[in-house]
């Protein structure tokens, strides 16, 4: 824990740096609760990001981490899932430093659905993290330049009191027509789930529930991936 790498630190908000003789260093980190019924984490990476992008999640918190020498001027935009933007905050970014936002402080009240778009002239790291209320979730933010005709979710599982929700983003300012199939461990198409053909506005985004596919949370295990 990171408790005994810093015995003496009683920070709840703050940030780390590793720094390596070797340049093939990669790692990741996890939350969890004390009991270790939830865990979730994400990437620990020096690939800094220009742009991000961050599909939004009720009671999430933004975190952004500036580790430059050089102070950010960052713009995010909040989007509806229709593709329009509905808000833009400007947010100053001293040297090496991070703020914490909640996603509700970054879209207009009601907004169901979306994503955040961030832009700066100098490199991030950025993550979305969810607590509380039976959830617990760490999203590293997406570069928009890493965007591909097919993308694959490793790990889908829904039944036996798990479920999993995709977010789908559309970058291209053109509506786009996208396919979901869900597919075993042995590679086959699940016979209990069924294909799913959507449209996506332009700029807009998706978010694609069990029930979609038609699967049920309440129904045996299924994974695969889709």
Known sequence: PVSSLFPNTSLSSAWMVVESSQSEVNGF???????????????????LLPEFLLPFADG???????????????????FKEDGTSSNATQIVLPQRSKVDMAVSSLQPEGQQGGYLRGSGEGGLVVVGLCQGNGRLSAVSGLNPAKGAIKQ????????????????????????????????????QPVAQARSLTISIPGQG?????PNQLNLKVESPLVQGYA
């Open 205 to 209: 985004s998706a978010r694609i529930t």
């Open 29 to 47: 980190f996890l939350q969890y609760d004390r009991q270790l019924t939830m865990m979730d984490g994400a990437n620990v990476s020096g690939n």
């Open 60 to 78: 999430e918190t933004v975190s952004i981490l500036n580790p430059g020498e050089a102070l950010v001027n960052l713009r995010v935009d909040s």
């Open 152 to 187: 694959y979710a490793p790990q889908y599982a829904v039944g036996g009191g798990f479920s999993t929700v995709l977010e789908v983003i559309n970058l291209e300012t053109l509506a786009t027509t996208l396919t979901i199939r869900l597919l075993g461990e042995d590679g």
